[in-house]
């Protein structure tokens, strides 16, 4: 019933770009909101961004405002999160995730369901 997939994780210099993808069930993508969060090995989980699916708005940690950018296609009940000007301190596992009621608080690290998680390293 909750399928949340990610893709289009891999290694990159510093200043490069990826683009994740979540394909997502029915059911997940339309939960409340979805978005991001990261962990890296021996950290804390950070969010990175969310969307609120009835509206569209969007959230997005300090330290990747104005670099990253999250998404939706309805067509394809798939999230998205382009990432610019990568810097070595956004290497983690990045993982999608859903939350089911308000506020939506993924942003914060706080979400109902979520995927496997897709690598993105970056080098210096």
């Known amino acids: 019933q909750v399928q949340l997939v990610e893709s289009g994780g891999g290694s990159v210099q510093a200043g490069g770009s990826l683009r994740l993808s979540c394909a997502a069930s029915e059911y997940a993508y339309n939960r409340y909101c979805m978005g991001w969060f990261r962990q890296a090995p021996g950290k804390e989980r950070e969010g990175v961004a969310h969307i609120v699916s009835g509206n569209g708005m969007t959230a997005y940690a300090d330290s990747v405002k104005g670099r990253f950018t999250v998404s939706r296609d309805n067509a394809k009940n798939t999230l998205y999160l382009q990432m610019n000007s990568l810097k070595p301190e956004d290497t983690a596992m990045y993982y999608c995730?859903?939350?089911?009621?308000?506020?939506?608080?993924?942003?914060?690290?706080?979400?109902?369901?979520r995927g496997q998680g897709t690598q993105v390293t970056v080098s210096s």
């Open positions: 995730a859903a939350a089911l009621t308000a506020p939506c608080q993924i942003v914060r690290g706080v979400f109902r369901y």
